[in-house]
Every structure is written in structure tokens, then in C-alpha cells.
T-cell receptor, first 114, second 113 residues
Framework: EAGVVQSPRYKIIEKKQPVAFWCNPISGHNTLYWYLQNLGQGPELLIRYENEEAVDDSQLPKDRFSAERLKGVDSTLKIQPAELGDSAVYLC????????????FGPGTRLTVL | DQQVKQNSPSLSVQEGRISILNCDYTNSMFDYFLWYKKYPAEGPTFLISISSIKDKNEDGRFTVFLNKSAKHLSLHIVPSQPGDSAVYFCAARIGGSARQLTFGSGTQLTVLP
């Protein structure tokens, strides 16, 4: 079974530039999550999707961050414009619909903002 | 305000010995707890979990203990192997909140050969 796929794995941009991250969840997983992980910290939830609906985006900084999950499969997280403090690892995870709390993580995208 | 705390950033253990990783939480509404393991340049992978109705769950070399009165859980790895060297994250879920996990800051375990 293929795992959660994320791209790119690494991204270096200058501040004020836009950036986008892509995630393809495990086939059949209807729940998709985007997390932010700062150095030395645990993952922090940004947004959770149930199919194509964002059911929890309370932690997403909506002034510069946006996300979409068209057709309820893969998802894109965008930052525009990026700030120095956005440098972090952005993790995508998915889980099946059966009520399990086990989330399966992708390898993440390491963003560096210069 | 960190609701899930892993106070030891790092731990070194000799191969074959027991590794004990600790996690404390403050929110009494947490009813389900998980441990994830993370290797460099990879995402966290699920290791073991425990419901608040239990005080112990075992899976091979890994055992998680939950002490609800102390709001404390621990992960025991016996015997420890060099391949267990990774960052271990404790995570907790609030009952009824449908899959929202709160993670601790992680503990780097190094198993020395």
C-alpha cells in the first residue's frame, strides 16, 4: 500500500514570495490533515478535511495561508506571501473513515524562507 | 500552554536495556493516547496507542502505561535496539473531538550499540 505522498520535499524561497505544497493521501482515506512542525516541537494541526470539506481550520492563519482539497482526494496548501517565521516542516497526514485515531503521515516538506 | 509535555528532549540507552520515555498531560478531557516514532527526513509513524479505560497496552517490545490520576503515560521499549533510535512523540485526543491530536515536543532516543 502506497503511503502519503508529499511534494516538494524541500523548498527554499525568499520572503514575500508565494509557495505551495501538494499532498496525496493514502487511497481510500477520506480524512486529510495539514500540520506545521517547528524545529524541536511536535506537529501542530493547521487544517483537517473530511472529504472535500474543511471541518477544522481554526488554527490556519487565513490572512496568508489557504488550502483546498478539490474532489476530496489530493490537497494543496499555499502560503502567500511567505514570512521568515514560516520556515518549518509542513506535514500532511490521512486517516480512514472508520473512526480510528491513527493518522498516517507523509515525509513532509521542509520550507526555508530567506 | 502545552497540554502534552515531554520534559526530556533526549535519552541515551545501551542496546539490550530498557528505554523509558515519559509524557505528562494537563487536560483531563484527553481519553486516547498515541505514540509516534520519527526518523530523520521522514514523517512520524504510528507505534502504539492506549485508551483511557486501560492502564496498559503491549505490542511486542513496546508497552505503554497510563496513570490517569497522575496524568502521566510512559512508553517502555524492551529490549532496546539501535534501530529504535528516533524521535518519539506522545499525542493525545480529547474525547468526542473527532481525531484532533495534540502532540508533545518529542524525545530523541539514542540506543548505543
Amino acid at each position: 500500500e502506497a503511503g502519503v505522498v508529499q511534494s516538494p520535499r524541500y523548498k527554499i524561497i525568499e520572503k514575500k514570495q508565494p509557495v505551495a505544497f501538494w499532498c496525496n493521501p493514502i487511497s481510500g482515506h477520506n480524512t486529510l490533515y495539514w500540520y506545521l512542525q517547528n524545529l524541536g516541537q511536535g506537529p501542530e494541526l493547521l487544517i483537517r478535511y473530511e472529504n472535500e470539506e474543511a471541518v477544522d481550520d481554526s488554527q490556519l492563519p487565513k490572512d496568508r495561508f489557504s488550502a483546498e482539497r478539490l474532489k476530496g482526494v489530493d490537497s494543496t496548501l499555499k502560503i502567500q506571501p511567505a514570512e521568515l517565521g514560516d520556515s518549518a516542516v509542513y506535514l500532511c497526514a490521512s486517516s480512514p473513515d472508520s473512526g480510528t485515531d491513527t493518522q498516517y503521515f507523509g515525509p513532509g516538506t521542509r520550507l526555508t524562507v530567506l | 500552554d502545552q497540554q502534552v509535555k515531554q520534559n526530556s528532549p533526549s535519552l541515551s540507552v545501551q542496546e539490550g536495556r530498557i528505554s523509558i520515555l515519559n509524557c505528562d498531560y494537563t487536560n483531563s478531557m484527553f481519553d486516547y493516547f498515541l505514540w509516534y516514532k520519527k526518523y530523520p527526513a521522514e514523517g512520524p509513524t504510528f507505534l502504539i496507542s492506549i485508551s483511557s479505560i486501560k492502564d496498559k497496552n503491549e505490542d511486542g517490545r513496546f508497552t505503554v502505561f497510563l496513570n490517569k490520576s497522575a496524568k502521566h503515560l510512559s512508553l517502555h521499549i524492551v529490549p532496546s535496539q539501535p534501530g529504535d533510535s528516533a524521535v518519539y512523540f506522545c499525542a493525545a485526543r480529547i474525547g468526542g473531538s473527532a481525531r484532533q491530536l495534540t502532540f508533545g515536543s518529542g524525545t530523541q532516543l539514542t540506543v548505543l550499540p
